[in-house]
């Protein structure tokens, strides 16, 4: 019999009830045992889904308060004494780790967050010490978790992130230079430990997920899994489940050997189906092979077709006893269940699948290929009709678009002149002191304006007083610019839902949820809207806002739009046309947008491509070249139509440029703002290396915590960043936008920021 297994379920809860429980838990609304409990009660309820379903293998473990690499953090005592030396309580010392603690006398800021491999969810960056030492936690949360659902009557598959990634994933802490993989000696007795009690507990088979390996390993961490893993193989330990995703693991191959003691290998057959034949090929005479065929990254609805052949093609070789019919990753990146949208046209809601129906996919699959098509026969017409009605539909194809594509020229792609020309014009025209100080673009979202905007979207207002209300909040934020004496002006985006979403609901081939968050980091969820169909603008966007707060201010008042890469990476994509067709879409809508920001009166004009390295290939070589040429093309093709005089900016929330600076340089932006607070400033270096001519705002402070930075701190960043950087190449601002804040905090942060670009400004 074919099993049927899922990777990972989301854990914000149909209604983001998660979210709101860690919130009122942070703002002393909700006691720590009702937050506990709502933890437990969110637990029950999604394995109960995953149960009723009939899945077979159900996760436990997947469940995190804050994130999942932070579970096992504070599970192995990797945990900064700057954290632990305080006695918090367990919880609150795991958030000090995952968004910094300013309470009590206790001033520590977060650990470092990145992203999740080439997803928008961002884990804790574990983070070692030279002489770190490992202890696994005397109730350990796998343990728990696992007899919870127990309790319940449902025996579940505990999932772990594997020793050999959650080392390689991790980094030295800051002045220390321990390499991470040579600690996987320390590490082991933990984990075999750790097995030992899951076993104790009952756990027949854990899922170790080991994502590195579709990335190109240096020599070390390969060498690193057959010691590790056999350590953790034998009677006394559960079954394992080694769980790769996101890309292939070919080029591993090497490694694969070392682990035929293991029990089963999860491989991701919707993003490299074609390494399947040649996976089978590698396995052991008596390994399991789990078959990700239902996508754990989109919306879509599995093709039950396809995934069928796949699988029937595994079972061939196999046979039914050594296939799993799986999720091709956690579903941690969908949304909980398309149940709860109403909104969505008929026709459109056909062609998706949330978690909670990519879980009963996932056991129709199984079922297909262990009692034969005729015993799921109406679940498999169904689907079928869905495909169809999906490839035939008008909504995906507009003629028109396709037109002005055929039409692009590669000099659509350049400025007019080169940077050193476009300067003096600017320098002229914007009349900016040295160091000049910015902000990211947004301002604090307050309850306020979530209050408006609801009664807006639910018509309890009308679209004039809702543009009233905004243009108070505008008028608000350009007088705090006034008085924090900031130099170049945002109008604060407070029209703005999400810097997505804002621009799908303005763009046609858009369809969007009311209801399909995505966590992206501790309590912060995304609702990707859903790319269906060919993109057109059939109106500017963005433009009425910021020409009203251009025209009640004296300053360079800095448009402020979403990038082609950015808006396609953030939305769940088609994947019925490649996404180099979707992004050049984008970038001639937002090439109109930026020309009539310009026809407006609007001179700096900030293109944010935050998502522009998410989307890189996992592994260097081809794919990447072609992913960033046609990437860059679409960014240039979206900034090029301005004149010289008009600043582009563009704006990224990392540092980490080294492996693609070209691609950074190639797209020729006048200014770079970057998060650069919590990398080290050696960072930095490549600017010099590569001789950048042109501008950057590397982010002075963490805007990810309420945590106020010194004056004397941030003169110290830019102290750090000059030995890199030239004065008259240096912008002065935070790591990234202001929503997520307050604005007590803000205000203090920006006061203390501008003074030390004063400070430096008086000093050069
Ligand atoms: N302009 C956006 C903001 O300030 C940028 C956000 C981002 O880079 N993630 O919110
Ligand atoms: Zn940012």
Same mark, same amino acid.
């Given at each position: 019999?074919?099993?049927?297994?899922?990777?990972?379920?989301?854990?914000?809860?149909?209604?983001?009830? $998660?979210?709101?429980?860690?919130?009122?838990?942070?703002?002393?609304?909700?006691?720590?045992?009702?937050?506990?409990?709502?933890?437990?009660?969110?637990?029950?309820?999604?394995?109960?889904?995953?149960?009723?379903?009939?899945?077979?293998?159900?996760?436990?473990?997947?469940?995190?308060?804050?994130?999942?690499?932070?579970?096992?953090?504070?599970?192995?005592?990797?945990?900064?004494?700057?954290?632990?030396?305080?006695?918090?309580?367990?919880?609150?010392?795991?958030?000090?780790?995952?968004?910094?603690?300013?309470?009590?006398?206790?001033?520590?800021?977060?650990?470092?967050?990145?992203?999740?491999?080439?997803?928008?969810?961002?884990?804790?960056?574990?983070?070692?010490?030279?002489?770190?030492?490992?202890?696994?936690?005397?109730?350990?949360?796998?343990?728990?978790?696992?007899?919870?659902?127990?309790?319940?009557?449902?025996?579940?598959?505990?999932?772990?992130?594997?020793?050999?990634?959650?080392?390689?994933?991790? #980094?030295?802490?800051?002045?220390?230079?321990?390499?991470?993989?040579?600690?996987?000696?320390? %590490?082991?007795?933990?984990?075999?430990?750790?097995?030992?009690?899951?076993?104790?507990?009952?756990?027949?088979?854990?899922?170790?997920?080991?994502?590195?390996?579709?990335?190109?390993?240096?020599?070390?961490?390969?060498?690193?899994?057959?010691?590790?893993?056999?350590?953790?193989?034998?009677?006394?330990?559960?079954? %394992?489940?080694?769980?790769?995703?996101?890309?292939?693991?070919?080029?591993?191959?090497?490694?694969?050997?070392?682990?035929?003691?293991?029990?089963?290998?999860?491989?991701?057959?919707?993003?490299?189906?074609?390494?399947?034949?040649?996976?089978?090929?590698?396995?052991?005479?008596?390994?399991?092979?789990?078959?990700?065929?239902?996508?754990?990254?989109?919306?879509?609805?599995?093709?039950?077709?396809?995934?069928?052949?796949?699988?029937?093609?595994? =079972?061939? #070789?196999?046979?039914?006893?050594?296939?799993?019919?799986?999720?091709?990753?956690? +579903?941690?990146?969908?949304?909980?269940?398309?149940?709860?949208?109403?909104?969505?046209?008929?026709?459109?809601?056909?062609?998706?699948?949330?978690?909670?129906?990519?879980?009963?996919?996932?056991?129709?699959?199984?079922?297909?290929?262990?009692?034969?098509?005729?015993?799921?026969?109406?679940? %498999?017409?169904?689907?079928?009709?869905?495909?169809?009605?999906?490839?035939?539909?008008?909504?995906?194809?507009?003629?028109?678009? #396709?037109?002005?594509?055929?039409?692009?020229?590669?000099?659509?792609?350049?400025?007019?002149?080169?940077?050193?020309?476009?300067?003096?014009?600017?320098?002229?025209?914007?009349?900016?002191?040295?160091?000049?100080?910015?902000?990211?673009?947004?301002?604090?979202?307050?309850?306020?304006?979530?209050?408006?905007?609801?009664?807006?979207?639910?018509?309890?207002?009308?679209?004039?007083?809702?543009?009233?209300?905004?243009?108070?909040?505008?008028?608000?934020?350009?007088? =705090?610019?006034?008085?924090?004496?900031?130099?170049?002006?945002?109008?604060?985006?407070?029209?703005?839902?999400?810097?997505?979403?804002?621009?799908?609901?303005?763009?046609?081939?858009?369809?969007?949820?009311?209801? @399909?968050?995505?966590?992206? *980091?501790?309590?912060?969820?995304?609702?990707?809207?859903?790319?269906?169909?060919?993109?057109?603008?059939?109106?500017?966007?963005?433009?009425?806002?910021?020409?009203?707060?251009?025209?009640?201010?004296?300053?360079?008042?800095? @448009?402020?739009?979403?990038?082609?890469?950015?808006? $396609?990476?953030?939305?769940?994509?088609?994947?019925?046309?490649?996404?180099?067709?979707?992004?050049?879409?984008?970038?001639?809508?937002?090439?109109?947008?930026?020309?009539?920001?310009?026809?407006?009166?609007?001179?700096?004009?900030?293109?944010?491509?935050?998502?522009?390295?998410?989307?890189?290939?996992?592994?260097?070589?081809?794919?990447?070249?072609?992913?960033?040429?046609?990437?860059?093309?679409?960014?240039?093709?979206?900034?090029? @139509?301005?004149?010289?005089?008009?600043? =582009?900016?563009?704006?990224?929330? *990392?540092?980490?440029?080294?492996?693609?600076?070209?691609?950074?340089?190639?797209?020729?932006?006048?200014?770079?703002?970057?998060?650069?607070?919590?990398?080290?400033?050696? +960072?930095?270096?490549?600017?010099?290396?590569?001789?950048?001519?042109?501008? =950057?705002?590397? @982010?002075?402070?963490?805007?990810?915590?309420?945590?106020?930075?010194?004056?004397?701190?941030?003169?110290?960043?830019?102290?750090?960043?000059?030995?890199?950087?030239?004065?008259?190449?240096?912008?002065?601002?935070?790591?990234?936008? $202001?929503?997520?804040?307050?604005?007590?905090?803000?205000?203090?942060?920006?006061?203390?920021?501008?003074?030390?670009?004063?400070?430096?400004?008086?000093?050069?």
């Amino acid at each position: 019999m074919v099993q049927s297994s899922v990777l990972g379920f989301p854990r914000m809860g149909g209604n983001r009830e $998660l979210k709101k429980a860690n919130e009122a838990y942070w703002a002393d609304k909700l006691s720590r045992d009702d937050l506990l409990a709502e933890g437990k009660r969110l637990r029950l309820a999604h394995w109960k889904i995953q149960k009723d379903a009939g899945v077979d293998s159900i996760p436990s473990n997947d469940f995190a308060f804050y994130d999942h690499v932070l579970d096992h953090i504070q599970m192995f005592n990797a945990i900064p004494e700057r954290y632990s030396k305080h006695g918090l309580a367990p919880i609150d010392e795991y958030f000090a780790m995952g968004r910094g603690h300013q309470k009590d006398g206790i001033d520590v800021p977060s650990l470092e967050m990145v992203k999740w491999f080439d997803s928008n969810y961002h884990y804790v960056k574990p983070t070692f010490q030279d002489n770190q030492t490992f202890k696994l936690a005397s109730d350990p949360k796998p343990v728990r978790e696992f007899l919870e659902a127990k309790e319940a009557g449902i025996i579940t598959r505990p999932v772990l992130v594997g020793p050999v990634s959650f080392l390689f994933l991790g #980094k030295a802490d800051r002045d220390q230079t321990v390499d991470p993989i040579s600690l996987l000696d320390k %590490l082991l007795p933990v984990y075999a430990e750790l097995l030992e009690k899951l076993k104790a507990a009952g756990a027949e088979t854990v899922q170790i997920d080991e994502p590195v390996l579709v990335y190109d390993l240096p020599p070390r961490v390969k060498d690193a899994f057959k010691p590790a893993y056999e350590k953790l193989v034998g009677d006394k330990f559960p079954k %394992l489940v080694l769980a790769t995703y996101f890309g292939d693991i070919v080029h591993n191959f090497d490694v694969l050997p070392s682990l035929q003691s293991l029990y089963a290998i999860h491989i991701d057959l919707v993003r490299n189906p074609e390494q399947l034949e040649s996976v089978i090929g590698q396995l052991g005479d008596k390994q399991t092979l789990s078959c990700g065929v239902v996508d754990g990254r989109n919306i879509w609805k599995t093709n039950f077709k396809r995934a069928i052949e796949t699988v029937e093609t595994a =079972i061939q #070789k196999l046979g039914k006893d050594r296939v799993i019919v799986a999720t091709s990753s956690s +579903l941690l990146h969908t949304p909980h269940s398309l149940d709860s949208e109403k909104k969505l046209p008929a026709e459109v809601k056909e062609w998706f699948s949330f978690a909670v129906q990519k879980t009963s996919e996932v056991v129709v699959i199984a079922k297909a290929v262990t009692d034969g098509p005729a015993s799921v026969r109406e679940d %498999l017409e169904a689907n079928a009709k869905a495909m169809q009605s999906r490839a035939s539909s008008e909504r995906t194809n507009d003629p028109q678009v #396709k037109e002005r594509q055929s039409k692009v020229t590669d000099a659509m792609h350049e400025r007019q002149s080169p940077f050193p020309e476009r300067y003096a014009q600017q320098k002229t025209h914007l009349k900016l002191p040295l160091f000049p100080t910015t902000t990211i673009g947004s301002f604090p979202q307050t309850k306020e304006i979530r209050i408006q905007r609801n009664k807006f979207t639910k018509g309890e207002i009308t679209a004039e007083e809702y543009e009233k209300f905004i243009e108070k909040e505008i008028e608000e934020v350009v007088k =705090i610019q006034d008085e924090l004496k900031l130099d170049v002006y945002v109008h604060g985006e407070p029209e703005r839902n999400d810097m997505v979403q804002y621009f799908g609901e303005r763009l046609n081939g858009y369809v969007f949820t009311t209801n @399909g968050w995505v966590q992206s *980091y501790g309590s912060r969820c995304v609702r990707p809207p859903i790319i269906v169909g060919d993109i057109s603008r059939p109106a500017p966007m963005t433009v009425k806002e910021s020409k009203y707060a251009a025209s009640i201010s004296s300053k360079p008042m800095k @448009g402020m739009l979403t990038g082609p890469i950015t808006c $396609l990476r953030w939305s769940f994509p088609r994947d019925d046309v490649h996404q180099s067709v979707q992004a050049q879409q984008l970038a001639l809508a937002l090439r109109d947008e930026v020309v009539d920001l310009e026809a407006a009166g609007i001179y700096v004009i900030q293109v944010d491509e935050p998502a522009l390295r998410e989307g890189l290939p996992l592994r260097s070589g081809r794919e990447r070249e072609n992913y960033l040429a046609w990437a860059v093309n679409s960014f240039k093709l979206s900034t090029a @139509g301005v004149k010289d005089s008009t600043q =582009i900016h563009s704006h990224f929330c *990392y540092s980490e440029f080294q492996d693609f600076f070209h691609a950074i340089a190639a797209l020729d932006a006048d200014v770079l703002s970057i998060e650069n607070s919590k990398s080290d400033a050696k +960072l930095l270096k490549v600017f010099v290396d590569q001789a950048y001519p042109r501008h =950057i705002g590397p @982010g002075v402070y963490d805007i990810h915590s309420p945590r106020v930075p010194s004056e004397s701190e941030i003169k110290d960043r830019i102290e750090e960043m000059l030995a890199y950087l030239k004065p008259d190449q240096l912008w002065v601002n935070p790591d990234c936008g $202001l929503k997520t804040r307050q604005w007590k905090e803000t205000k203090a942060a920006l006061t203390n920021m501008v003074n030390a670009a004063i400070f430096y400004r008086e000093k050069y």
